[in-house]
């Protein structure tokens, strides 16, 4: 596995995200996974999967300390206080004693960002986690974050799939030092009907998918595909084993289109 590295976290490049993951699905998915080699499980508050994750991990009977765990503060509970105490309650749902990865989930322009921050580093303070990040922050939002972050914030995680053009965050994250983890970066299953991915995927013997996969860690950036479905994970992980050109790459880039955005949660990415 690779991995991407930013201010000490050492994050492996294809990930799991279990958002819509439930139940006794989820958890044998996670353990299934972590049995075939990933190693980056990524849950939030607000999936409501946290506990399922936590059991497919213990399930796995994989080392702790082999598997980076990312979950995320919900906007609701970004008052100091509030996030310390939904932190300890998630980790209690994952039967963890920390998280290696603590992020922001979105934007929350009720609660001043100096204040939020203090709190995730507090949660770093207390051993709640190893490191802290943002998530579905804008170019503007970072610049503020990272001026105003008591300790290190070592990614943005944000939605990037060849339909949607990240140019400006990527660029203000490589700026800071900020590793950028791709979600959705299949385009919910919007790929596997791109004419241009499924000509590439044929020259390589591969999958739509797998052309964005690899376009994305080709980049340098991690990957958090989701799927529910066992056979997927094997073709999930499988993007080491080929290259493509500059060429390729740049066909994809140019597929990115002005409402390519699929995922916003109800907030608005340009509310700042």
């Known amino acids: 596995m690779q991995f991407i590295e930013s ?3 050492k994050i492996p490049i294809i990930g799991l995200g279990t958002w819509e993951l439930r139940g006794r699905t989820c958890s044998r998915l996670i353990e299934q996974a972590l049995r075939l080699g990933y190693r980056h499980i990524d849950t939030a508050q607000v999936y409501e999967n946290e506990r399922e ?3 497919g991990i213990h399930a796995s009977g994989v080392r702790r300390d082999e598997i980076f ?3 995320k503060v919900w906007t609701t509970h970004f008052a100091p206080n509030d996030l310390l105490r939904s932190t300890k309650e998630s980790l209690m749902k994952l039967r963890l004693s920390e998280v290696d990865l603590l992020l922001l989930h979105w934007p929350n322009k009720h609660v001043p960002l100096s204040e939020t921050l203090g709190g995730l580093a507090r949660a770093k303070e207390f051993g709640l986690t190893q490191h802290i990040g943002l998530s579905n922050f804008t170019v503007a939002l970072i610049e503020e974050a990272v001026r ?8 943005n995680q944000v939605e990037y799939h060849p339909f949607l053009d990240q140019t400006k965050v990527i660029n203000a994250c490589d700026q800071h030092h900020l590793a950028v983890v791709a979600y959705s970066p ?4 919007k790929a596997k009907n791109a004419e241009v991915l499924n000509r590439i995927a044929e020259a390589h013997g591969k999958t739509a998918a797998q052309i964005c996969l690899r376009w994305i860690v080709q980049q340098d950036i991690a990957a958090i595909p989701r799927t529910s479905k066992v056979e ?4 999930n992980i499988s993007v080491f084993d080929f290259a493509l050109s500059d060429a390729e790459m740049n066909e994809i880039f140019a597929m990115a289109q002005p409402d390519g955005r699929l995922t916003d949660f109800g907030f608005s990415p340009q509310w700042d």
């Open 232 to 235: 997927r994970l094997v073709e």
């Open 69 to 71: 765990v990312t979950t």
């Open 148 to 155: 105003l972050s008591p300790a290190p914030l070592v990614c």
């Open 7 to 9: 201010h000490g976290a």
């Open 53 to 55: 994750v936590g059991w």
């Open 186 to 189: 299949i385009a919910k299953g």
